[in-house]
């Protein structure tokens, strides 16, 4: 499974941004796919996580901000960020799994458990 990662960009604090993760193919029946975020000297962290019957989390930092939807039919994931803020300037990475056990966005132990990774894209948000 290969992911590919786009909508990347600079935008001015308050502003919004959409990410897309397509993946080349997927094969799973239950499945975790998740956004991450890292900068430099930190650790990749969840953002927003969710599984294949549909239910969602999200990290303190982004809820009521960050909506994570998935396209079945165009094996598309989407992160939707509003009222962005000079924090959440970083690379931003699209991962999957099998299987939904662990599927946080906020469990420490998530990031080392996706299978799969994108390469990821970057946003920059000035304030």
């Known amino acids: 499974v290969q992911l590919v990662e786009s909508g990347g960009g600079s935008v001015q604090a308050g502003g919004s941004l959409t990410l897309s993760c397509v993946a080349s193919e997927f094969i799973y029946s239950t499945y975790c796919m998740a956004w991450f975020r890292q900068t430099a000297g930190e650790e990749r962290e969840g953002v927003a996580a969710?599984?294949?019957?549909?239910?969602?989390t999200y990290a303190d930092s982004v809820k009521g901000r960050f909506t994570i939807s998935q396209d079945n039919a165009k094996n598309t994931l989407n992160l939707h960020m509003n009222s962005l803020k000079s924090e959440d300037t970083a690379t931003y990475y699209c991962?999957?799994?099998?299987?939904?056990?662990?599927?946080?966005?906020?469990?420490?132990?998530?990031?080392?458990?996706?299978?799969?990774w994108g390469k990821g894209t970057l946003v920059t948000i000035s304030s």
């Open positions: 991962a999957a799994k099998r299987g939904r056990y662990d599927c946080y966005a906020g469990s420490p132990s998530l990031p080392y458990g996706m299978d799969h």
């Open positions: 969710i599984v294949d019957d549909g239910n969602t």
